[in-house]
């Protein structure tokens, strides 16, 4: 079984930094697309920023300059760093992964449990 455990979430004052983190565990033969999605109290959920296994990345309009999304393939961990932080940043931020147990198997859609952020003051 393949899991995914985010780690960095807390309170942090408006135009604070955290970094958050996803590592994925278990039999894993390769992952493709990373990302990272959040949730806000009565909101849908929404894609922040995506990072593909060559490190090309895309991202949000609402955190380009202020995010920086990465990932360390030999961990099989990903990250995102948030700087300038803001209110309307706040919820629960989620890891997404897609990964398969073998090649020429089908990508499998893997959601970790979430981690969440606050920003107020």
């Known amino acids: 079984q393949v899991q995914v455990v985010e780690s960095g979430g807390g309170l942090v004052q408006p135009g604070g930094s955290l970094r958050l983190s996803c590592a994925a565990s278990g039999s894993i033969f390769s992952i493709n697309v990373m990302s990272w999605y959040r949730q806000a109290a009565g909101k849908e959920r929404e894609l922040v920023a995506t990072i593909g296994s060559g490190g090309s990345t895309n991202y949000a309009d609402s955190v380009k300059g202020r995010f920086t999304i990465a990932r360390d393939n030999a961990k099989n961990t990903m990250y995102l760093q948030m700087n300038s932080l803001k209110p309307e940043d706040t919820a629960v931020y989620y890891c997404?992964?897609?990964?398969?147990?073998?090649?020429?198997?089908?990508?499998?859609?893997?959601w970790g449990q979430g981690t969440l952020v606050t920003v107020s003051s």
């Open positions: 997404y992964l897609e990964h398969r147990y073998s090649y020429g198997t089908s990508w499998v859609k893997i």
